[in-house]
T-cell receptor, first 109, second 111 residues
Framework: GIQVEQSPPDLILQEGANSTLRCNFS?????LQWFHQNPWGQLINLFY???GTKQNGRLSATTVATERYSLLYISSSQTTDSGVYFC???????????FGKGTKLTVNP | DGGITQSPKYLFRKEGQNVTLSCEQN?????MYWYRQDPGQGLRLIYY???????QKGDIAEGYSVSREKKESFPLTVTSAQKNPTAFYLC??????????FGPGTRLTVL
């Protein structure tokens, strides 16, 4: 099956810093999503982005489908950005998502 | 309020017991999903359903069962055949061709 790899596995930042999270996938995909899991376990949708670039406030994402990767940018990080960021892909048809193992982000005050 | 609810939030089970986790949504979504998350890992798909009275196995269905008798409800039963059931269980739903929306999760611990 398709493989989804996220890097880095862990990231520690000071408040106000910028960061880039990467997601590589091993095969063509129908769609790609980014999620944020807060410390209580709730997953929040960030982006539905099979290709191109989207922005939402301090967060933006770019997917280059032909090169099989996606990037999530976080600017001016805040302590509330802490948690785990997951990339998930589906190859079409049933909309089954395959998740990466996530990037754990810690933003210190 | 529209959304996805899961109950209970915490569940403790003795070895050899079956337990059922509840998932309800009032978003009128056709598709529903169950995932399992182990510490430090991503989510793995257990079962999914794209329409009432139909469901499909995911990647780790052994030891689990589901039903989809109503559009709003997709309960998951963790049977005694599941060898290592302690995990965080997440339910999701989605409209066709759109992102998945997740419930708050149930933490299951086997004593």
């Amino acid at each position: 099956g398709i493989q989804v790899e996220q890097s880095p596995p862990d990231l520690i930042l000071q408040e106000g810093a910028n960061s880039t999270l990467r997601c590589n996938f091993s095969d063509s995909v129908n769609n790609l999503q980014w999620f944020h899991q807060n410390p209580w376990g709730q997953l929040i949708n960030l982006f539905y982005i099979p290709s191109g670039t989207k922005q939402n406030g301090r967060l933006s994402a770019t997917t280059v489908a032909t090169e099989r990767y996606s990037l999530l940018y976080i600017s001016s990080s805040q302590t509330t950005d802490s948690g785990v960021y997951f990339c998930a892909v589906d190859q079409g048809g049933s909309e089954k998502l395959v998740f990466g193992k996530g990037t754990k982000l810690t933003v210190n005050p | 309020d529209g959304g996805i609810t899961q109950s209970p939030k915490y569940l403790f089970r003795k070895e050899g017991q079956n337990v059922t986790l509840s998932c309800e949504q009032n978003l009128n979504h056709d598709a529903m999903y169950w995932y399992r998350q182990d510490p430090g890992q991503g989510l793995r798909l257990i079962y999914y359903s794209q329409i009432v009275n139909d469901f499909q196995k995911g990647d780790i269905a052994e030891g689990y069962s589901v039903s989809r008798e109503k559009k709003e409800s997709f309960p998951l039963t963790v049977t005694s055949a599941q060898k290592n059931p302690t995990a965080f269980y997440l339910c999701a739903s989605s409209p066709e061709g759109d992102t998945q929306y997740f419930g708050p999760g149930t933490r299951l611990t086997v004593l």
